[in-house]
């Protein structure tokens, strides 16, 4: 069944924006201003996907970032209707249908959900059930969390790529990053080793005590000295609460 003409004409319309080189423009609608169409409509995708992800298109310089705005334009379906959500479709399609022949970076994929998730910190709407106790005991009460948190692992150290540094192969050991939002809504960045990140991992349900969450770890590595691994898990916990990623106690 054929589409009504005026659905028609739309399709052409909105498929020669997002591909004009292989879409044909739709009849009688003059060169100059279908210009004026597809070049605002690419600015403004270029702006908000280059204001998300500024390292990425440093790393590839202006002309393969450019094609890949318009590969991603011309290819991906984005399934939400919210522009602030684009820069998301970006990094799914970079992830699970990634352009061919563009000779990107192996690291790519995950430089650009590093650089996508300070947006979706930044606007979450999570928040604290209850209201924590900002002196509250780290060890005897359960730690809480700052609302608007993630712990990341790459394969790649992201925080660390830039245009003078593109690392060829994975790093042997993983990178740990945890990205939280402040009291003050600025969103933080913060590199863990393992054992903190397994500690952000098990307080991280709410469930656990400083102390039972530092026990769990100590006798998962089979510590010969516990009481150290709650010393040092004593020391991290108070200096992620001074960089509010722990905002104090839930009660018992």
């Known amino acids: 069944m054929s589409l009504p003409t005026f659905q028609q004409y739309q399709a052409e319309f909105t498929g020669h924006i997002r591909n004009p080189k292989s879409a044909a423009r739709p009849k009688g609608v003059p ?3 279908m210009k004026v169409y597809t070049e605002i409509v690419f600015n403004n995708m270029e702006g908000t996907l280059a204001a998300c992800f500024p390292v990425s298109k440093k790393i590839l310089g202006t002309r393969r970032w450019m094609r890949i705005v318009r590969d991603f334009m011309a290819q991906h379906r984005c399934a939400t209707p919210w522009f602030r959500q684009i820069p998301e479709e970006l990094l799914r399609w970079l992830e699970t249908s990634p352009p061919c022949n563009q000779d990107l970076p192996p690291f790519l994929p ?33 730690p809480a969390l700052a609302p608007a948190l993630a712990l ?3 394969a790649y150290p992201v925080h660390r790529i830039s245009p003078r540094f593109k690392p060829e192969q994975p790093n042997a050991q993983a990178t740990h990053i945890l990205v939280f939002r402040d009291r003050n809504d600025e969103v933080r960045f913060t590199e863990l080793n393992p054992v903190s990140a397994r500690l952000v991992t098990l307080l991280q349900p709410g469930n656990l005590t400083g102390w039972q969450a530092l026990e769990q770890i100590a006798a998962e590595m089979q510590h010969p000295t516990p009481q150290a691994v709650v010393q040092f898990g004593l020391e991290l916990l108070s200096d992620l609460r001074r960089q509010e990623a722990v905002w104090g106690t839930r009660p018992i």
């Open 31 to 33: 060169a100059r201003r």
């Open 110 to 142: 995950s430089l650009a959900h590093y650089e996508w998730i300070e947006l979706a910190i930044a606007v979450s709407d999570a928040a604290l059930d209850t209201a924590p106790d900002p002196e509250g005991d780290l060890l005897a009460a359960k």
């Open 152 to 154: 990341l692992e790459y």
